[in-house]
């Protein structure tokens, strides 16, 4: 079972945040200050193993129009004791560069036997897990699960987050009946509020009619 605690994500922040960001583009804890965040990029615990370019802060970033969707998601799970838990938001194309630059050193695979177990790291680009351009970086498209408010722990949803293999599929069929559940639970209320999934991978959503479907961004997360 996947079951990972996350403690320091449950207090609830209010306020401004002092930075700026481009216009149309917001500071997630702004519009919805119950919001949990946990940007892995930020972080050693993803499938470089190192921070990545790009991320200065463990700040979630999304353009207002997917920020206020998000809202209303987050306004329901909050009568369910529930929180949306934001592992990466808008991400900078500096940041893409570096996932690039990362694949093509084959010699580094130390994150292999956690995060692509089953696929060789030349074939990353092939089977669609990494790219050289991101809707992240149009800013409307983010990376999130649910997490219980009473014991501050992530939902169970089969496989954990960046895991590129068939276990992300959102109907992998080796899941149990709580696994399967909670994906479902995440998948619908995101629909419901105007995202769009993919289907390989459980914890990915874009705003359908997202504000710039052409533009790829490159301001850090600050």
């Not at 149309?24 to 050693?44: A, E, H, T, W």
């Not at 940041?95 to 093509?104: I, Q, T, Y």
């Not at 769009?196 to 961004?217: I, S």
């Amino acid at each position: 079972m996947v079951r990972i605690k996350f403690i320091f994500l449950c207090h609830i922040m209010t306020g401004i945040t002092l930075a700026q960001v481009p216009p149309g583009f917001v500071y997630v804890k702004d519009i919805i200050p119950s919001i949990q965040v946990d940007l892995r990029y930020y972080s050693q615990q993803n499938f470089l193993g190192t921070k990545v370019d790009g991320y200065n802060k463990n700040t979630a970033i999304l353009t207002k129009k997917a920020a206020q969707a998000l809202q209303n998601v987050q306004n329901e799970l909050l009568q369910e004791n529930l929180s949306i838990l934001i592992y990466d938001g808008y991400r900078p194309q500096v940041a893409v560069n570096h996932f690039v630059r990362w694949s093509k050193d084959l010699k580094d695979t130390l994150q292999k036997k956690q995060f692509y177990p089953e696929i060789q790291k030349q074939y990353l680009f092939r089977e669609g897990y990494i790219s050289s351009k991101s809707g992240h970086s149009r800013g409307s498209t983010l990376d999130v699960t649910l997490i219980n408010l009473t014991t501050c722990e992530a939902l169970d949803m089969g496989s954990s987050f960046d895991f590129f293999g068939m276990q992300s599929w959102f109907n992998y069929n080796l899941l149990s009946d709580e696994q399967k559940s909670n994906r479902l639970r995440l998948r619908e209320i995101m629909v419901k509020y105007g995202f769009a999934f993919y289907e390989k991978e459980w914890w990915h959503f874009t705003l359908q009619n997202e504000p710039f479907p052409d533009v790829y961004f490159d301001f850090e997360v600050n």
